[in-house]
C-alpha cells in the first residue's frame, strides 16, 4: 500500500503478544503484564489504522474514477468533488500517523537527564558564557516544572563556571533536551575587552540521559574512588571536610568529581549516577556509530557535531547549524525560552527517521550557511 513499510512484521508480533495474554501465566507479573498490554494496545491501533488506509485509499480511487467518468450521473459529481479533499485530508493524516507508530521510541527518552557544560576556548569569556548556558537550560527547566539538582561545578574567578553540572528530573527530560549536545560558539564583547572587539568563544554541553543500576553493570573493582575536601566557596562545613568524592572508572577512563553536596555519601551517590549515565551514552553512542556511517554517505558534510550552533550577540541571533534555522531573539533565548528551537530540531529529527523507515533520500536537515 502506498509506499509505506511492511506490515506483517508488526502483525507477526500482534500476533506474539496476543498469544502471551491468553495464557495463564501472563499476569504472573504485574509489571510485565502492564508492559505487554501497552504494546499490544499499540500495535492493534497501528494495524487497524492500515486496515483503514487502505479503505481510504479504495475510497479516494472510486471517487476519483467517478469524477473522470463522462457517463457518470451528473448529480452524484458535485457530491464527490465535495468528498474528494475530505478524504485526501483524512489519508494523509492517517498515513502520518501510521508512519509515526512505526518508528521505533527511544528508550531514553523518558528519562531524567544529566547536563554537563564545560567552557572550552575562550579563557575567563568562555567560563562566564557557560553559566549563562547553566542558567538558560535551568530557567527552562523551571518553565516545564522540572526539578534541578546541582551535581558538582568549578567556578571561574569572574563569576563564571569551569565546568558545571546538574541533574534535570521531570516528565520527558531527556526527549526535550538530548539536541542540545555539542559545541556551542558564542561571539560578542568580552567585559575584558578593552578596545571594543568582538571575540569568539566555545563552550561544550553533554547531556546524558540518567542510568539506573539495571542499565549499566559496574564493577566495584574497577573503580577508584578519592575523598578531598571540597575547594572553592562552599560555607556550611562544605569546603572544611572531607567529602568531596573523586571516581576514576579504569576500564573506560571516565573520571567524575562531586562536591557539591555536604555528605561524602551523597556526593558518592551523584558521582555513581554520573558515571553511569556517562558510560550508557558511550554504549548508546557505540550502538548508533553504524547508523550515523550509513547516513552520512547521503548527508554528506552536514553533520556539525562540532559546531552545533552560535550565539552573535552583535547581532542579537540564534544560528543552530544542523537545520539552518536562525532566531532573532537572543535575550529571550538565554531567558530559557527555548521551545521554539527544540520543537525544530525534534521535527528535524522525525523528518530524518521518516526517511530512513521509507527509504527516501534523506533531505530533512539542511546546515546553515556559514556566517562569522
Known amino acids: 500500500m502506498d509506499d509505506l513499510p511492511d506490515i506483517a512484521p508488526f502483525q507477526r508480533r500482534l500476533d506474539e503478544l496476543d498469544a502471551q495474554m491468553a495464557e495463564p501465566a501472563f499476569y504472573a507479573s504485574a509489571r510485565k503484564a502492564a508492559d505487554i498490554t501497552r504494546e499490544q494496545q499499540k500495535l492493534a491501533q497501528l494495524v487497524a489504522d492500515h486496515r483503514r488506509l487502505a479503505q481510504l485509499a479504495a475510497e479516494l480511487a472510486e471517487t476519483r474514477a467517478l469524477l473522470k467518468d463522462p457517463a457518470a450521473d451528473p448529480e452524484l459529481c458535485p457530491l464527490a468533488a465535495a468528498e474528494l479533499p475530505v478524504l485526501e485530508a483524512q489519508h494523509a493524516a492517517l498515513r502520518q500517523a501510521i508512519l509515526l507508530a ?6 531514553t527518552d523518558s528519562r ?46 569572574r563569576g563564571g563556571f569551569k ?5 534535570i528530573s521531570g516528565p520527558d527530560v531527556y526527549r526535550q533536551l538530548k539536541f542540545e549536545s555539542g559545541v556551542h560558539r558564542v561571539q560578542r564583547i568580552p567585559v575584558t575587552e578593552a578596545n571594543g572587539r568582538v571575540h569568539t568563544s566555545t563552550v561544550t554541553v553533554a547531556v546524558l540521559p540518567e542510568a539506573g543500576e539495571v542499565d549499566v553493570k559496574i564493577d566495584p573493582q574497577d573503580l577508584e ?38 555528605s561524602q555519601q551523597k556526593n558518592k551517590a551523584s558521582a555513581l549516577a554520573v558515571l553511569r549515565s556517562r558510560l550508557l551514552k558511550l554504549k548508546e553512542d557505540d550502538e548508533r556509530a553504524k547508523y550515523a556511517a550509513q547516513r552520512r ?21 540564534m544560528t543552530d547549524h544542523r537545520i539552518g534555522l536562525t532566531l532573532y531573539s537572543l535575550p529571550q533565548i538565554l531567558e530559557g525560552a527555548i521551545d521554539p528551537l527544540i520543537t525544530a530540531l525534534q521535527r528535524a529529527d522525525f523528518e530524518e527517521k521518516l526517511a530512513a523507515l521509507t527509504g527516501q533520500a534523506f533531505t530533512a536537515r539542511r546546515p546553515a550557511a556559514e556566517e562569522d
Open 225 to 262: 574512588i578519592a575523598v578531598m575536601r571540597a575547594s572553592g566557596p562552599g560555607g556550611q562545613g562544605v569546603n572544611t571536610t572531607d567529602s568531596a568524592v573523586r571516581i576514576l572508572h579504569r576500564p573506560s577512563g571516565l573520571t567524575v568529581y562531586c562536591a557539591d553536596g555536604r
Open 297 to 317: 554517505s547521503q548527508i554528506g558534510s552536514g553533520d556539525r557535531s562540532e559546531r552545533v550552533r552560535t550565539y552573535s550577540f552583535p547581532q542579537n541571533r
Open 112 to 157: 531524567n537527564t544529566v547536563m554537563e557544560i564545560r567552557a572550552g576556548t575562550g579563557g575567563d569569556e568562555a567560563a562566564l558564557f557557560a553559566a549563562e548556558l547553566a542558567r538558560m537550560y535551568q530557567k527552562y527547566a523551571d518553565s516545564r516544572g522540572w526539578a534541578v539538582e546541582p551535581l558538582g561545578g568549578s567556578p571561574s574567578d
Open 102 to 107: 512505526m518508528i521505533p521510541p527511544d528508550p
Open 163 to 167: 565546568e558545571v553540572s546538574f541533574l
